[in-house]
């Protein structure tokens, strides 16, 4: 009678899964306590299967009665509800109808939420040693006997100090307690006990205070004896310590009045020891003020229904799906990362400030096991896929300009696209003559040589190289990846290219082989780019006018036994890095517009004074041409070539002056030079 209540008859299959079939008793607590009790309960611990203690069940069903878990008896008897009064909904609640709360004194109903097997979630405070009051059981024994001298002390103080605040707080205190006792609202009950509470607190710290003497005394004694050793003054400090702690034993035995004390075993030794979600030697008695402090804070835990959390658990695994699957594989790695992080971070937050249990383990295999399959998947094939653009663009492609590919492998897709790049054609002046002196083999050797060379130099510049046709070597920059220096790069291979050849033709001329004389057009301006081809078989390579122009500008040499054209464009995105001089205005076969053309002589700075001489000389010629002075411009440009004496765009010139002196052209004439031929 004093722990169970009858199962109601007229809901009694709700209570069957509240019965333990194995149980053959219920296990009470120790006898002797029990007969002297006013109300207990059974003291049963529950484990999960991990032997974790998480939950408790505080309801079980047997023998055709419903019995209490001891912390739900104690709650109950604390706050007035008799175990008939106690409402259990299995599978839903249990409810204490008009229970005084011991924190607000107001009466409400205080309702437990559970589960089928009458169990709830333990919300485990901090340490057991930390997060609740402790007292030996010691002290209770030894308080009977220290009490009254204890307080004949306090007594004494009080009357040598002579302030009676003391006095006057005892008296206070029980005016306190027949107010609290006779009140019947709720909100004046829980004023009063305020102050009772704040009495208390006053009268400990005076009580407390009174130590201090003897503290500041056994300090002087200890002083003393540092000097000689005195059995008398050390007996006297062992009798003050002894009463020290006689006082500190009642003050922390009377400090338990008006609280609710929970006794059990707390000794190393003892089997009373389980595993928590926070420690793994707990001091199980702890699990009864954990319960307690659970239900009176409201403070439960709830556990996401488990069809909500399979839910959950999809929608992340189709969302991280979804997402990564168009991302790179490094990219899906660090978006996984982060979204565990997230993700973990969203569960701890809605544990810390919620309650709600969310299923940590599966919601994160649900983002993980899909994303690594992916992403390995990924990794696979980014390899294969790193491994074919490196094999397929070696050859023509920079590393540099690889590693971007391999960055965007979608540039590679069938298609192009317009963008500003600049453009580069070369042919070797006389190659066909050149081809019928050598067996095949000596002229594949020969040509071999050169085009390797020149592509090392391309390539070395971040160039592409489109093709080569025959001894003709055909590329561009500024594509596949882009970058904004592309004619400075273009003019910088090409003065290498020269330099290079310059140095072949010596180890040429030495073995007694064909010299080549290589002839570059060069043109910055709009293409479309890309690769371009069927699907099965492509080229990355350039369509446009501006790349028909760069081919003409390569015949254009001949007109002016030159090496190195440059077209307008190219000049002025790159002249801050070369040394150009200007050759004409020209109109090449097949276009309209005339066009300004230069001669790229060599790096910034780097001609030597001779050059710079001649090239006075050739300023001053072209003024005068342009001026239609053709006799002086003529003398000026034969002036250049007594300092430079096979320089190519003098002697055009001077044959030039020496047509238009017999011939002048129409006065109308606009000084653009129209090439005959490509």
Partial sequence: EKASVPVPEKNAAAFEKLIDRERVQIQYPVPQLVRAARTFGFVDSDFDTDGICRKIRLVRVFEGRIYFHMALSMIADLCGVPLKEIEVVPGQRIVLKKAENPITHGREDITIPIDAQGMIYINWADDFEKAFNHLSYYALLEYEGVRDEVHGFFDEEEIKSGNTDRSLLYGKLSQLYTKF?????????????????????????????????????IKR???????????????????????????????AVEKLRDHSVIMGLTATATSDIGVTPLSSEYMMVGTYHNIVNTILQKSYIRKTDPYLSYGLMLVIALIIGLTIQRLSAVRSVVTTVVSFILINAGIFAAFAFSRIWIDQVGVSLALLLPALAIIATKFVSE??????????????????????????????NLGGEMREISIFFSDVAGFSTISEKLT??????????????????????????????????????????????HAAKLCMAAIDMKKRLAEMREVWKKAGQEELRVRMGMNTGNAVVGNMGSRTRMDYTMLGDSVNLAARLEGANKYYSTYAMISENTYLQSKDHIEAR?????????????????????KKGNLPDYMLSMLGKYYEGLELFRARDWKAARTAFRAGLKIVEDDGPCKTYVERCSEFIETAPPKNWDGVYKLKTK
């Fill in 181 to 217: 006792e006779s009140s019947r609202e709720p909100s004046a009950r829980h004023q009063a006990w305020k102050e009772i509470v704040e009495a208390r607190k006053k009268i400990y710290a005076m009580e407390k205070g009174y130590t201090k003497p003897l503290q500041d005394e």
């Fill in 221 to 251: 004694l200890r002083s003393e004896l540092k000097k000689g050793k005195s059995a008398e003054t050390e007996a006297e400090i062992q009798n003050l310590e002894n009463f020290v702690t006689a006082i500190n034993i009642t003050l």
């Fill in 440 to 485: 095949p083999p000596q002229l594949v050797t020969l040509l071999n040589e050169y085009l390797s060379a020149m592509t090392d130099i391309i390539l070395s510049y971040d160039g592409t190289v489109d093709k080569y046709e025959g001894d003709a070597i055909i590329a561009f920059f500024g594509a596949p990846h882009p970058y904004p220096d």
């Fill in 383 to 412: 390899e294969s896929q790193k491994r074919f653009i490196k094999s397929a663009f070696s050859h023509y492609l920079s590393p540099h300009v690889i590693d971007e590919i391999i960055k965007n492998p979608e540039s590679l």
């Fill in 582 to 602: 200007e050759l004409d205005l020209i109109k090449v076969v097949g276009k309209n517009e005339p066009i300004k053309v230069y001669e790229l002589l060599g």
